[in-house]
């Protein structure tokens, strides 16, 4: 069966075992306040709905499209589940998934599922969820576009959550796997977000009443907003932070016992510096602020287009 | 599509097939924990570890080979331990220009990187070896029973059982796109980019669409064939002498793998 990986399920090994237990900590408590919230909000009913909306996900990952020169996009899915079927279901969905994708394909590891989890499962519905529910009220328009900035957003969270992990582990140098990781991402995001934007215009067209007031996605509490606005925010002030002073947060790693050598301090690479992102992390963080900004202006012309190209047939 | 088109499973008679799969899970994940524990550079313990899954790839009756073939598929992820190569502080073995940078190699960086890159290898033989010697039901049964929550081993269940019937659903609509889509060979056709990706995104509204609606078909089904809330199955699960025994063999040899390591 092919499905190409997504450079963000990690094996196993590539993870120290005091990170990945930690992952695993966090992971199984998430879980258990969604057990809870669905098993009192869901019906029996919803169980096989959402078992099979699990296998949505997992078969809608296979529709690709060429982008260029043999590469294609396609769907990731975290913030597509949370917005169809609301935050805590979405959260569940993309757990089994990952589990299956774990046990069965071998595509991330098993004691690195915690972590897989936690980025790709439960932080993406998150941050997806809570950003487009930050525009509910608004017009279809707003929607959508927002929530292709929420898609853009939970895949780049899910690719710093990652970074950030390898670094903890001692596997990756933070100022190598930093850029690489968000720059990359910040491609598939754009795929994912137009994705994420056409299936729902689909949605809305064909079948508004599974996204309207009354559905389970609308019925979550505000708080979300919060939640995801929080992560998205710490997206924005975290990664330019990183790659711009990777020595302080070596620092803190090593207080907190991560680390034990800070490998980039005494390193080989201790004194080079990447010529652009020399200057001092402040502006830093208002480049990354930009590009964010940039980024979510594209996602919202995007958005857009495709509802103007939709009313004018 | 068949309903074992994804299964992993491969049928064979041996001991460790007829192994408890809740002995073949834990022994698994001891295995996979006790590669993280190892320190870089335990090579005496990773070649034991090597041993272990060697015997016990015979002992299924699958050859020698049989995990080693499928064990690429975690390769690509070694782009992201390669910058350890570099960062480690240790004796310089080589360097190298790249663009603007130069690049140093580590004794102490190649250390870890080829400990990552085994550790990571051992750990993904081992769970091929798992799905293969048990059937994925028992696997969710096995899980069951390690208390992992029953609506999250539903859920699993369920979509290892529809992912084969929506996978239909997707080649479908693959081919329909497909032949919608005539190109003359070598050149650009079928609109942008961005064009492409809201086609991919009508076509996942679609699926979504497609699926809820089946889920509603399905929970009738289920439910005028008595389903309540509950999955069964018909193997049960006990733990006979031979499961304890080769649960304690395991655990013995984990143990001894971990003081080799430490010398």
Redesign the interface.
């Known amino acids: 069966m092919n499905f190409s990986p997504v450079p963000m399920h990690i094996p196993d090994g590539f993870l120290s075992l005091m990170v990945s237990i930690i992952c695993w900590i966090i992971t199984v408590s998430v879980l258990g306040v969604a057990i809870s919230k669905t098993n009192k909000s869901l019906g029996e009913r919803q169980v096989p709905l959402m078992g099979v909306m699990a296998a949505f996900i997992f078969a809608a990952q296979m529709i690709n499209f060429p982008v260029t020169g043999g590469t294609s996009g396609h769907l990731l899915g975290g913030a597509l589940a949370a917005i169809t079927l609301g935050p805590w279901a979405g959260m569940l969905v993309m757990t089994a998934v990952i589990a299956v994708q774990g046990l069965l394909f071998q595509d991330g590891g098993l004691l690195a599922m915690g972590a897989n989890i936690l980025n790709m499962g439960l932080l993406t519905a998150a941050v997806g969820y809570g950003l487009y529910r930050g525009a509910s009220g608004k017009n279809r328009a707003a929607q959508l576009a927002m929530a292709g900035v929420a898609a853009w957003f939970s895949v780049m969270t899910g690719a710093l959550a990652t970074s950030l992990q390898l670094w903890l582990s001692s596997t990756s140098d933070l100022r190598l796997v930093i850029p690489a990781m968000l720059g990359v991402h910040a491609l598939i995001g754009l795929f994912e977000a137009a994705i994420t934007v056409a299936a729902l215009a689909f949605i809305f067209r064909t079948r508004p009443d599974l996204l309207d007031e009354k559905s389970a996605s609308a019925q979550a509490g505000r708080g979300w907003v919060f939640v995801g606005g929080l992560i998205a925010l710490a997206v924005v002030l975290l990664s330019p932070l990183a790659s711009a002073d990777p020595d302080g947060l070596n620092r803190v790693a090593m207080d907190l016992g991560f680390i034990t050598n800070a490998q980039s301090v005494t390193g080989p690479l201790a004194g080079y510096t990447v010529p652009f992102l020399a200057s001092a992390f402040i502006g830093k963080i208002a480049a990354g602020a930009i590009g964010v900004i940039v980024v979510g202006a594209i996602i919202v012309l995007i958005g857009r287009s495709m509802q103007v190209s939709k009313s004018s047939r | 599509m068949h309903a074992d088109?994804?299964d992993?499973y491969h049928e064979k008679e041996s001991l460790i097939h007829y192994l408890d799969p809740r002995v073949k899970t834990m022994v698994?994940?001891g295995f996979?924990?006790s590669?993280?524990?190892l320190p870089d550079g335990a090579w005496l313990a990773f070649a034991l570890a090597w041993l272990f899954l060697l015997a016990v790839n015979l002992l299924s009756n699958f050859g020698a080979g049989y995990t080693f073939k499928?064990s690429f598929?975690?390769l690509?992820?070694a782009?992201?331990?390669i910058?350890?190569l570099?960062?480690?502080?240790g004796n310089?073995l080589a360097s190298f220009r790249f663009l603007?940078?130069?690049f140093?190699i580590?004794d102490m960086g190649l250390l870890?990187f080829v400990s990552?890159?085994?550790?990571?290898?051992?750990?993904?033989q081992m769970?091929?070896l798992?799905?293969a010697v048990t059937r994925?039901p028992d696997?969710i049964h096995a899980l069951e029973h390690l208390r992992v929550?029953a609506?999250?081993t539903?859920?699993?269940?369920?979509?290892?059982?529809?992912?084969f019937?929506?996978?239909d659903?997707?080649f479908r609509?693959?081919r329909a796109r497909e032949s919608r889509s005539a190109a003359v060979a070598g050149q650009w056709s079928g609109g942008s980019?961005?064009w492409?990706?809201?086609?991919?995104?009508?076509?996942?509204?679609?699926?979504?669409?497609r699926?809820?609606e089946?889920?509603?078909r399905?929970?009738n089904a289920?439910l005028s064939r008595g389903y309540s809330?509950r999955l069964y199955t018909l193997n049960p699960h006990e733990m006979k002498s031979s499961d304890y025994l080769a649960a304690a063999f395991a655990v013995a040899l984990i143990f001894v793998m971990q003081i080799i390591g430490r010398f």
Request: hydrophobic content about 60%.
């Open positions: 088109a994804f992993r698994t994940v996979i924990v590669n993280a524990l499928r598929v975690a690509p992820f782009l992201a331990a910058t350890v570099f960062s480690m502080p310089p603007m940078w130069d140093t580590t870890r990552i890159l085994v550790r990571s290898w051992l750990s993904v769970a091929i798992l799905v994925f696997l929550p609506i999250l539903t859920i699993i269940a369920f979509l290892y059982r529809y992912l019937v929506l996978a659903e997707v609509l693959l980019v961005l492409r990706a809201k086609v991919a995104g009508n076509m996942a509204g679609q699926l979504f669409l699926s809820y089946r889920s509603d399905i929970y289920m809330g």
